[in-house]
């Protein structure tokens, strides 16, 4: 397995406008996803831009940005291409899609991700945390990942996901973290096909691989780390970052026990 970790990133964003360059401890938020990306150690570690303000950023830190056609549809889309753009030869056979917004992710988690790819019957690797609240599993900003981890295992199928509380009956419910790691003939394919009735109806982008057959595996981590999508999350991830000790903390978390 020859991973090549991608950050989509463009500044297009309605309710946090210019959120890649937003400000945290001192330096754009894109650098801080970087960082943690390249310190987990995984692979390569590229920002996928749509922007060229994105990409000089990148670049005058010394880090890879791949520029990307600012229209492409979503982050899969761009991940693929500078995927494509990058690697022609196809060295790297799995792609880590990192979220740009992640600024707290744990360097471990891009470990973590890859442990259902190795299972062969596995398209599509992704992380689910236990859901720890009522108000975390009734809100529908909260994915929910259908899925059942047997005694003392680390990675279960992830036949389905919702917005709303699945499955029903007794149990644990599991909040879906949107770091994905995808075999990469299984992006390509799915770059392909049409938006599927089941992503329209929950707006759920990986329902569109469930329908089409692939199998999606989920890792199990201990806490989900939280993304920045508003004013507010903006501030409180300055509030975090700025404390001293908690990027090293945020940093230490890893995969569940």
Not at 31 to 59: F, K, N, Q, T, Y
Not at 172 to 198: E, Q
């Amino acid at each position: 397995m020859k991973p090549l970790i991608l950050i989509p990133s463009r500044l297009a964003a309605t309710r946090l406008p210019r959120k890649p360059l937003a400000e945290i401890a001192g330096r754009p938020m894109i650098l801080h996803v970087l960082a943690r990306a390249a310190a987990a150690g995984a692979g390569p570690v590229a920002v996928a831009s749509g922007d060229a303000e994105i990409s000089a950023v990148v670049r005058a830190a010394g880090g890879i940005a791949i520029d990307t056609d600012p229209a492409l549809p979503s982050g899969s889309d761009r991940v693929f291409a500078a995927a494509e753009a990058f690697d022609p030869e196809g060295r790297f056979d799995v792609l880590v899609n990192l979220q740009g917004d992640l600024p707290t992710v744990p360097p471990a988690y891009l470990a973590a991700v890859l442990e259902p790819l190795a299972d062969p019957g596995f398209d599509i690797a992704t992380l689910v945390a236990p859901i720890t609240s009522e108000a975390e599993k009734e809100t529908p900003a909260v994915v929910k990942a259908a899925c059942m981890f047997a005694a003392g295992a680390r990675v279960a199928p992830a036949p389905y996901f919702s917005r709303n509380p699945v499955p029903s009956g007794d149990g644990p419910f599991w909040h879906h973290i949107g770091i994905y790691a995808w075999r990469r003939a299984a992006l390509a394919r799915f770059v392909r096909l049409p938006p599927s009735p089941l992503e329209l109806r929950e707006k759920l982008e990986q329902l569109r691989a469930l329908e089409a057959g692939m199998r999606i595996g989920a890792a199990q981590v201990a806490e989900a780390p939280w993304g920045v999508d508003t004013p507010e999350d903006l501030e409180r991830a300055r509030r975090a970052l700025e404390q001293p000790g908690a990027a090293a903390h945020a940093a230490r978390s890893g995969p569940a026990a």
